[in-house]
């Protein structure tokens, strides 16, 4: 394999260039061939496993169901699928979800901003320790992290037996199966995914401006609404982000903690695919959940812009 | 004593103002430090106490996973000798790592690609990061959408390739974070001497690649393992894995055995974690 290699920037790539060989820079073919066998391979993987499965989705929008689920492709376009979102069944489900991910989204970050505040303050030795913990759990499987609150919230569950235990209540509460449920378990599955990015950008921040500002006779409140704050902006949105977007594409947190009361679309678009088997309008479900993603990517990127060129 | 002069002659307030700004000392000091370090107290309060009550409730003899009967390892042993959870366990590891080969041999290749010949191709770049990016279950049904059009059967092998689609993400995004840190005189020292394209790639490419390598192919084998969303769309009904079996078992009746079998998924993540942290910090030290 390696004669092969040398031989291909050799003789070879001059008689195959020979037509514009005056042109060519020696080894322009086997430059040529390394990217093909070097992108080449992934590049297909992505087009056909990636592109392809993506614009099927995005295909099936316009079609109708068929009547045994799939597609009926002879049943030619339409537009219904899209109105159909409009449906307050449909539209109540995608408000819901936007509200219960946006609630775990602003928990996320007044729980991780001061926590990635506070690891920055650390010391070095002690800042890897503090990550390494805030990171580990996210690490483990995730039905497992979910199933963990059923133990904690439900009606026999941990937390109950507390607070009867205690005499705050003599009657369990309703803690599982609620919506309230629901934001805890995605609170508690992503919070990580806040608090990574916060820390990186506050560490970023120079301490030599934080100085300069209270040197200027700013309290540390107004110091950090005017310095701190607009200078981790980006890190708030990645992190924003993070949170925001599995949130409200999962379907297994309301599925196992809110009871099948707190239907979120990542259920919608699961029954469309799986049971009720109306591929077009579950395609439709997807493609308004990466609508509401390029939406925060580009508001993401225009704060991220912002603050570079102020720099 | 001349004043350090500032713009026009204004005087500059001068820097021994600073000890003023002193950290307070003793008990103030002990006080604002725990307050500052209560959001992460509080942190690690919320992310530990599911984790401790479910080990502490795995050790558990009753027959309620929420009820503590006295300390037992009875479920340990239920969980041995159920034949499903075995079953799923091997169908993970056999994705699991053939996800991570695959994505390894691809992502690398794409990520030495991408550094060295189109390096500002903002296309391929996108691509190569958007199955991180995609929400998990719009690749799912995506992917069950293709596997369908084709008339693919579903079974392990289409988990496995699903995973590759993410895996082969993660592992292009590790390497090149590595390439950039790298030093690409070492590559043309060895063109300099003679070696080939190939022989470069396989004797100082590589070997310089290596801890990017091995860390893209933990974090793989990692979250192919405990991948749910994207299997649970493509696995066949035949070859559930691993966290389809957790997800059923969560689903139609919660027993002490859930618990056992969490303690032990948690106990091999954490290790998996651990030992990754200690050989990145080996690979980074050699």
Redesign the interface.
Known sequence: MAAGGRAGAGPVTRRLKGVSAARARVGSAARTRARLVLIGPGFSYLVVLLVLPLALVIGYTAFRRGRFGGIAYEDGVTGDNFARIADPLYAGVLTDSLRIAGITTVLALALGYPTAYAITRLTARWRTVALVLVVLPFWTNFLVRTYAWIVLLSSEGVVNRALTGIGVTDRPLRLLYTEGAVVVGLLYAYLPLMVLPLYAAIERVDRRLLDASSDLGARPARTFCSVTLPLTLPGVLTGCVFVFVPSLGNFVVPELLGGGRTVMVGNLIRDQFLTARDWPFGSVLALALMAFLVLLLMAQAWAGHRTGSRR | MRRPGGIAGRPV?RPR?LPA?RRPTGLVAGLAGLV?????W???L??????V??VA?SFNRSE????WGGFGTGWYGTLARDDEVLRGLANTLIVAAGATVLST???T??A???A???NRSRL?HA??V??A???????A??????Y??VSATLGLHSVL??H??FG?AFV?AVVRTRIAHGDPSLEEASRDLGA????TF?RVTLPGLAPGIVAGALLVF?LS??E??IAF?TAGPQDPTL?IV??SM??FG?TPE??AL?TV??TV??T???AA?RISRLAEAS
């Open positions: 307030r103002r700004r500052a370090g209560l959001p992460l509080l942190t690690y919320f992310l530990y106490t599911p984790v009550v479910l409730m309620s996973p929420y009820q041999v691809l992502g290749l794409l030495v690609g991408l060295r010949h189109a391929l691509l190569s958007m199955p990016v995609l929400p998990d279950i719009v690749l049904i995506g992917l069950l959408a293709f369908s059009m390739l699903a590759t689609v082969l292009t080939g394209e190939v022989s396989l990692t393992l405990d749910f969303v769309f966290p957790v997800y969560i689903r919660v859930i618990n969490a998924l948690l993540s954490f998996v974690v651990i942290q």
